[in-house]
């Protein structure tokens, strides 16, 4: 007869372990009763297809940004006489701040191109429309956010090129009526440069991203998990899904009306194809998480970005680097270029209107961005919800539309592409030579630079009727 054997010390400690893990959680649970939320959040179902990681994609793009921007933080100085040495020593002497700040910047970048595809694929495939209007305005605010912090931080070095991009922005400031001189004062503390960077480092560190902070989570986690996933259109299931949706839009209505959400929620949940959060969409969202921050990390490995010892200090009326506009600063760079210098002359006042067109093209983009659920729906007269994805060329005046607008904001940042070869400078005898000016990207004589610019000019009017005129074309074509 075989005498038992007492286990192993190794075991023992993990079947203690495993009922002390047991026991913890019987006593939470029975005093705080997670489980009865937590058990149907992790069978929440949701859609299997890749372009719903986008947002995962920028989300995690995201936390790197702020692991980076922490530890930078740790060694940046503001203080104007010294903004560009401290940039510098992190660069070249913090171990490790090189990485850190090419971290930092592939980061921002990948957060912006993330945002910039999601928006499209959710306005492309009519995923804005009721009852996620409030999700699509948090994004729109979020993307507008994004560019302002991505701004600031660009400007934070203090090297040349980031103080030319300041100089620019006060001259728009300076250029508005009336009130110009009073918000430059405000921004820059008097003269430029003033105190501007040690404004912009609070700005930059402390009060966007706390307001990022809280438009994140609320527009990717809270209002996500509270609705229903929309679907997307299968050829084979069509008639179906169409079917399903107008059913769901009159079941949400009556429901509506008699107050039973949970009822609503369960039959639309449903309708939902994929998996569930754990441990299918668990596993892709770690995975994506993974694949991200690799990505940037190879990016930041061995892609040099943003060399501001190269730039050098900044030194007034000194030539400005030869690097070109990042793509989402581009727009307004190039729509200034392509704007006519004009001036008009008001009561002995010079006003420039040229310099207002281009924040002013901006300021209506976001503002119509942001009213466009409620713009469709005043326009097409279709109020029912939709838990159904449209395919682009199903909606062949909405996809058109944003073709027509990508093509018109690329022929503005076609702008930054050629640069005018600046003229020769000679010193007063007995002064030593100016420095040579950089040669940008592609430099063309003045009279090549004219007739680009007006090209240019003539493009951004002509080239988005013609995508917008293309592209309906091309989706009735598919359609029918």
Not at 314 to 341: C, E, N
Request: aromatic letters at 12%; glycine letters at 8%.
């Amino acid at each position: 007869m075989a005498t038992p054997t007492k286990p192993k010390r190794r075991a023992r400690i993990v079947a203690g372990s495993a009922k002390a893990a047991i026991d913890s959680a019987i006593y939470l649970d029975d005093r705080l009763p997670f489980a009865r939320w937590l058990r149907p959040q992790l069978r929440k179902l949701f859609p299997s297809h890749w372009s719903f990681l986008l947002g995962e994609l920028a989300l995690y793009s995201f936390a790197l940004l702020v692991l980076t921007g922490t530890f930078l933080t740790l060694f940046y100085k503001p203080n104007p006489d010294v903004a560009f040495a401290s940039a510098a020593e992190i660069s070249l002497d913090v171990r490790g701040g090189l990485l850190m700040r090419q971290l930092h910047h592939w980061s921002a970048t990948v957060f912006v191109l993330a945002i910039v595809a999601h928006l499209c694929r959710v306005f492309f495939t009519g995923a804005f429309r009721r009852p996620r209007e409030l999700t699509w305005m948090l994004g729109v605010v979020l993307f507008g956010l994004v560019l302002f912090e991505s701004f600031l931080g660009v400007s934070l070095p203090g090297d040349q090129l980031a103080m030319a991009g300041l100089r620019q922005a006060q001259g728009l400031l300076l250029s508005i009526p009336l009130v110009g001189t009073y918000l430059s004062a405000f921004a820059f503390d008097g003269e430029f440069p003033g105190q501007v960077l040690p404004r912009i480092f609070v700005t930059h560190v402390l009060l966007v991203p706390g307001i990022l902070m809280a438009v994140v989570p609320l527009h990717a986690l809270i209002l996500t998990w509270r609705q229903k996933h929309t679907e997307r259109r299968s050829s084979r299931r069509e008639s179906e899904e169409r079917a399903n949706e107008e059913r769901s839009g009159r079941d949400h209505e009556h429901e509506r009306r008699s107050s039973r959400r949970e009822s609503e929620g369960r039959a639309n949940e449903g309708r939902v194809s994929g998996g569930p959060f754990f441990p299918y969409f668990a596993v892709k969202n770690g995975a994506t998480a993974l694949f991200t921050m690799g990505a940037i990390a190879a990016l930041a490995t061995f892609v040099r970005v943003n060399p501001v010892w190269e730039h050098g200090a900044y030194s007034a009326g000194g030539y400005v680097p030869s690097a070109q506009p990042f793509w989402y600063f581009g727009v307004l760079d190039g729509a200034q270029r392509l704007v006519p210098p004009w001036e008009i002359t008001v009561g002995g006042y010079v006003l420039q209107p040229g310099l207002w067109i281009p924040p002013l093209i901006l300021t209506v983009f976001f503002g119509i961005l942001l009213l466009y659920p409620f713009l469709e729906r005043r326009f097409t007269g279709d109020g029912d919800h939709h838990h159904v994805l449209d395919r682009p060329s199903q909606a062949p005046v909405r996809t058109a539309l944003g073709i027509a607008v990508i093509a018109f904001f690329t022929v503005l940042w076609a702008g930054t592409w050629v640069s005018e070869a600046a003229p020769p400078m000679h010193s007063a005898p007995g002064f030593p030579q100016p420095p040579a000016a950089p040669n940008a990207l592609l430099t063309v004589p003045h009279d090549t630079y004219t007739m680009i610019v007006v090209g240019l000019r003539v493009a951004v009017f002509v080239v988005p009727v013609l995508a917008f005129l293309i592209a309906r074309a091309v989706c009735r074509r598919r359609a029918g």
